[in-house]
């Protein structure tokens, strides 16, 4: 079955047809008015400010509402050529020279004006020229830089990504300041043409795995990427795989600390989420603050992490499969009370286990969306549902309300959401199996998700690393981090070809011994 | 030629991505939809469909038949958020006959809407008669065999008939058969579970042993007290037959020998209406078979270390040289009840529950294989000597006794 679903699509046509888009600029101003108006015919937006060049030469500004700054197009660009100091007819070099501006741009046909218009670059057009100048003067309204509330740390930076890219760049340029960080720039989406970032630092990346990243960005062919997760879905290596296979994340350091263990980021214009590849399951249990808190902590709250990660996932079906076919597996006093508890519950242990676990991803959901006030009263009735109104009824028994309760706890514990519902998901048809076949079916369950894993693939990189492959050296950074003293490598699996991150024997010790 | 290959790409170009994606999702519903189906699995047992027993006693009933009795967990409804207060669990007891230990579970079954389940019955109690019969082997094999039964559940024999045992309401415990079960696994009497019994019963001399739950009725003047059971003391096996019983000084006895624990209290007596009271911390027992010029013998070396808890004599303690004086009465009282058991289980039974075949068997394997056949003739003939050392760790908590 899964062999004819990797079949690769065929090709798409373009969607859009260009007719006289890159035809080169007239030497005509009128008639370049007249083509810009029939390109941007119903644009309200756009504004055509015709004026006159010291008094002499026409000229036209054409820039769209809103993308530009329209103070500095007064006193930067038309206060100085709408002066009465220049007293001949000047060309159009001899016009930027006198614009008070750093960053112009020679632009030749029509379509370097519709992408320099839209990219809020106020267009100056002159008479007699076939070339016009693009003003850097883009500004818009944006958002200021936030803490995550996806990913909020107890210690560490309290800076999100934002929507607008040249931020988040500045944001990586910030934090690696050396001109080692690369940036690749390709436009994606023939509508939206959206602007993507491959940012990554030579001589740590491996050059194959940059290519393979551009190789597979260009091949993208779709009508507008409005955020990261579109590019996330025809870029992976496994589209039917439930598992995320690519980081995605809100936090100018984590996409640092990527950076440098040789991974790539790719940034998208429009959404503060970018996406790290390649990844291992385990960079999902790898929260920020574990690589700034104690290492003695940190390794104990991963440890629990990836201990919850498994009771998320078998702790409804152990209990299934326990109450329905191994009796005997529990001590003695519990099963009793497993008993009694149990008399009065009409269903079946896993029909009863569906249902709870439907109802409780159905209240995390509609929490989920709901505006905060009403959240809140959403979460007392679920609540109530769950807890005691379900059991009064007799519909289950008070400890699948527990069960149900601890499962919902550990999938939070997950650091990562997109690993974590993932995770919520598969424990559905482990239930099933464990409401079918007892603890063979649950064992069946997990030898099926390991199988799965060891063979899912993150641009090339085993999803399952350092396990498998077992990379002894980056055991120090799985289950446990290590301290930073003894984190001298970067992984094996990215960062081979700059393979020391640090001095070794850093560890401090006293200074006279 | 040219028509059919155009059909054919026509088709490829249906069994695009969307198609196989339906199917992919369509057949992942169809093998779904065989696991719901599957639910009736011929394992499956929901937990409000079992009868959970927890103690079961077999006795011996009329024209060679067994009576089997059993202790049946109620579960109690806890709907409606009503908690029952009383948190005793609800037990039942029923009983039925039958041919065999088997026989006579599914004439239970009859009486039954729930399937019983053996898996959480701890304790088997055999009654006195049906344990003298001999071939109770056979029975056990029921609790070996099924798939239910535990094998680490304690086996008991009770003085009378065992049916009588469950019937006996429990204190602190939920059902009897706890009770009985947390008391050997204290260490009250002897721990036997189903397998130590059956290496007993298999190994070298066949000497076995089960504690044996009398039950103890009040005396006129506590009549406020239960009727409860008591490990009191411990039956003796030759093989699968039951031949006697010693009561509970012999039984300590002869589970030192063993080199098992009793309770941990020993009281010495230094003269008459004195007393003085040793915790045991460490006991060790160590048995060293010799053969001399044909002659058999056993050294029994027990060292024991502990702590005084009670001094009711006259003895400073608080003197090394004294607490010498302790030790010997000690050692005095620790030997005695291996003499008496000794003298009841190897002299009078000629049974051999200590263990001395095996040490012979382990130390001596070529004269062991010319006696193992009479060896109930050379068991009362050996020769035991008993060296009992006691250590006082400590004298307790305070220096004097108040006069």
Not at chain 1, 41 to 64: E, Q, S
Not at chain 1, 272 to 277: E, G, R
Request: with cysteine.
């Amino acid at each position: 079955m899964f062999r004819i679903l990797k079949k690769r699509p065929q090709k798409q046509h373009p969607i859009e047809e260009m007719s006289n888009r890159n035809l080169p600029l007239s030497t005509e101003l009128d008639k370049n008015l007249q083509i810009l108006k029939s390109i941007y015919k119903g644009c309200i937006d756009v504004i055509y400010h015709p004026f006159l060049i010291a008094g002499k030469t026409k000229a036209l500004l054409v820039y769209i509402d809103g993308l530009s700054d329209t103070e500095q197009i007064d006193s930067s660009v038309l206060a100085p050529l709408m002066s009465k100091t220049i007293d001949k007819s000047i060309n159009l070099q001899e016009t930027c020279e006198n614009i008070q501006l750093s960053n112009i741009r020679v632009v030749k046909t029509y379509d370097d004006c519709i992408k320099n218009i839209s990219n809020g670059n106020p267009i100056l057009l002159m008479e007699h020229e076939e070339q016009g100048a693009a003003l850097g003067l883009a500004k818009w309204d944006k958002r200021s830089i936030k803490e995550p509330d996806s990913e909020s740390v107890i210690r560490g930076p309290r800076e999100g990504f934002v929507e607008t890219l040249g931020v988040n760049i500045s944001m990586l340029r910030r934090k690696i300041r050396s001109p080692n960080l690369k940036m690749i720039k390709m436009n994606i989406g023939s509508y939206s043409d959206t602007s993507i970032i491959i940012a990554y630092i030579e001589g740590i990346a491996n050059q194959s795995l940059i290519d393979e990243v551009q190789n597979r960005l260009q091949k993208v062919e779709i009508d507008s990427v409005l955020e990261s997760g579109y590019i996330e879905e025809l870029i992976e290596d496994n589209v039917f795989s439930p598992f995320p296979q690519l980081l995605d994340t809100e936090r100018p350091d984590v996409a640092s600390a990527n950076l440098l263990e040789g991974r790539v980021v790719i940034l998208v214009d429009g959404t503060p989420f970018v996406l790290i590849a390649p990844v291992s399951f385990f960079s999902f249990f790898q929260a920020p603050d574990d690589y700034y808190q104690r290492y003695l902590i940190s390794s104990v709250i991963r440890i629990m992490r990836l201990f919850f990660m498994l009771i998320s996932v078998f702790l409804p079906s152990l209990y299934v499969a326990v109450s329905s076919f191994h009796q005997e597996m529990v001590p003695t006093t519990l099963i009793l009370s497993m008993a009694s508890l149990r008399e009065s519950v009409p269903f079946t242990a896993l029909i009863e286990a569906v249902i709870m676990e439907i109802v409780f991803e159905a209240l995390r959901e509609a929490g989920l969306r709901l505006p905060k006030q009403v959240g809140a009263a959403v979460s007392i009735v679920g609540a109530l549902v769950i807890g005691q109104a379900a059991v009064q009824a007799g519909l289950v028994s008070p400890l699948m309300v527990i069960v149900v309760a601890i499962t919902g706890i550990a999938s939070f514990m997950i650091p990562r959401y997109s690993e974590g519902i993932a995770l919520r998901l598969i424990r559905f048809p482990i239930m099933m199996l464990a409401g079918t076949m007892g603890l063979y079916g649950l064992a069946l369950g997990f030898i099926a998700i390991v199988i799965h894993l060891c063979k899912l693939r993150s641009f090339g990189v085993p999803y399952l690393s350092p396990i498998a492959p077992t990379i002894g050296r980056d055991m120090k950074d799985a289950f446990i981090r290590s301290p930073w003293w003894m984190l001298n490598t970067r992984q094996h699996l990215t960062g081979r070809i700059n393979k020391y991150r640090q001095a070794p024997n850093q560890q401090p010790k006293p200074k006279n011994r | 030629m040219k028509l059919t290959e155009i059909k054919r790409k026509g088709i490829e170009r249906m069994n695009d991505t969307l198609f196989r994606i339906m199917k992919a999702i369509l057949s992942f519903f169809l093998v779904l939809s065989q696991c719901v189906l599957l639910t009736g699995c011929w394992d499956n047992k929901e937990l409000n469909q079992l009868a959970i027993i927890v103690g079961a006693a077999i006795d011996k009933d009329k024209n060679n038949k067994i009576k089997l009795t059993v202790q049946v967990f109620l579960p109690q409804s806890q709907s409606g958020g009503q908690q029952s207060s009383s948190g005793k669990a609800q037990v039942e007891i029923k009983s039925a006959v039958g041919t065999n230990l088997a026989d006579a579970a599914s004439n239970l079954q009859r009486e039954y809407s729930r399937k019983l389940f053996w898996g959480h019955c701890k304790t088997y109690i055999f009654g006195r008669s049906l344990s003298e019969k001999g071939n109770l082997g056979r029975q056990i094999d029921f609790i070996d065999r099924h798939p239910e039964p535990r094998e680490d559940s304690h086996l008991y024999v009770s003085d009378g008939k065992a049916s009588d045992i469950l019937q006996l309401s429990a204190s602190l415990e939920k059902y009897v058969g706890d009770v009985l079960r947390k008391m050997s696994e204290m260490h009250v009497g002897a721990n036997m579970t189903l397998k130590d019994f059956e290496l007993m019963v298999t190994s070298e001399g066949g000497g076995a042993l089960l504690p044996l739950i009398k039950i103890k009725h009040p005396n006129n003047d506590d009549r406020k007290m239960n009727v409860s059971p008591i490990i009191g003391g411990t039956a003796i096996f030759m093989r699968d037959k039951m031949i006697g019983r010693i009561n509970e000084v012999e039984s300590k006895g002869l589970l030192w020998v063993r080199n098992q624990n009793e309770l941990p209290e020993i009281t010495g007596y230094p003269k008459k209406g004195q007393t003085i009271s040793l915790y045991l911390k460490r006991t060790k027992t160590n048995l060293v078979p010799k053969i001399e010029n044909g002659k058999w013998s056993v050294t029994i070396n027990i060292s024991k270390e502990g702590m005084i808890v009670q001094n009711g004599s006259k003895i400073n303690i608080m003197s090394k040289k004294n607490t010498k004086r302790v030790e010997n009465y000690i050692e005095k009282d620790v030997s005695n009840s291996i003499e008496k058991a000794l003298k009841q289980v190897k002299d009078g039974m000629k049974v051999d529950p200590f263990g001395f075949a095996t040490a012979f068997h382990r130390k001596y394997p070529k004269e062991w294989e010319k006696v193992k056949d009479h060896w109930e003739v050379v068991l009362p003939d050996i020769y035991v000597e008993t060296k009992v050392k006691v250590h006082v760790l400590e004298p307790g908590l305070s220096t004097t006794t108040l006069e």
